[in-house]
């Protein structure tokens, strides 16, 4: 069984679309995360949420909206999509609370907007 | 500020040979230390985490790395690399909270 998994593995769109990423985890985290990865693999920090509470939100334009409807699963949806939105984008989680425990990844979802 | 430094973009050893990945953290409490490993096209995985303890850590894949406080580094490193190591290598550290903040990487190419 896979631990975290997303959903679509490729996505090709159009500039000012809007589009949706899910991600679901099976491994009983309490955390999950969304990362994005640029062409030069950087890995940033987007989005957290911790029992379906929003706990890091880094400087990300508002376009970008993640929403946990429980805590197995953290979608990621994106209005009005720019060509630098185009990257790879990872789910991630992880169990606890206060520790940086480590973090168990997603496939990705490559991003390529057009 | 918190960052994580990996002074090697790339890296070529030939297989068979030993491998060290430089890693050099800023960060202010006891770091929370790991390494990923990312292979192409693939999410990344855990090779090794460093809580407390013994400063000398062993991970998966026979990979281990060395926890220096003095020289803030926690290198990563392999006696024997095979042709299947080739992927990019992340260093991290776990600050307060669920902040983590990965280097830029480290690509390892390996030649036969």
């Known amino acids: 069984d896979t631990a975290v998994s997303q959903t679509p593995k490729y996505l090709v769109t159009q500039m000012g679309n809007d589009k949706s990423i899910k991600c679901e985890q099976n491994?009983?985290?309490?955390?999950m995360y969304w990362y994005k990865q640029d062409s030069k693999k950087f890995l940033k920090i987007m989005f957290s949420?911790?029992?379906?509470?929003?706990?890091i939100n880094e400087t990300v334009p508002n376009r970008f909206s993640p929403k946990s409807p429980d805590k197995a699963h953290l979608n990621l949806h994106i209005n009005s999509l720019e060509l630098g939105d185009s990257a790879v984008y990872f789910c991630?989680?992880?169990?606890?609370?206060?520790?940086?425990?480590?973090?168990?990844f997603g496939p990705g979802t490559r991003l390529t907007v057009t | 500020a918190q960052s994580v430094t990996q002074p090697d973009i790339h890296i070529t050893v030939s297989e068979g040979a030993s491998l060290e990945l430089r890693c050099n953290y800023s960060?202010?409490?006891?770091?929370?230390l790991f390494w990923y490993v990312q292979s192409p096209g693939q999410g990344l995985q855990l090779l090794l985490k460093?809580?407390?303890?013994?400063?000398l850590v062993q991970g998966i894949k026979g990979f281990e790395a060395e926890f220096k406080r003095s020289q803030s580094s926690f290198n990563l490193r392999k006696p024997s690399v095979h042709w299947s190591d080739a992927a990019e290598y992340f260093c991290?550290?776990?600050?307060?909270?669920?902040?983590?903040?990965f280097g830029a990487g480290t690509r390892l190419f390996v030649k036969a």
């Open positions: 491994l009983g985290h309490d955390t």
């Open positions: 460093y809580f407390s303890g013994d400063t």
């Open positions: 991630a989680s992880s169990r606890g609370q206060g520790v940086p425990y480590e973090q168990y």
């Open positions: 991290a550290v776990g600050t307060g909270g669920f902040k983590t903040i």
């Open positions: 960060y202010g409490a006891t770091p929370y």
């Open positions: 949420y911790n029992n379906k509470e929003l706990i």
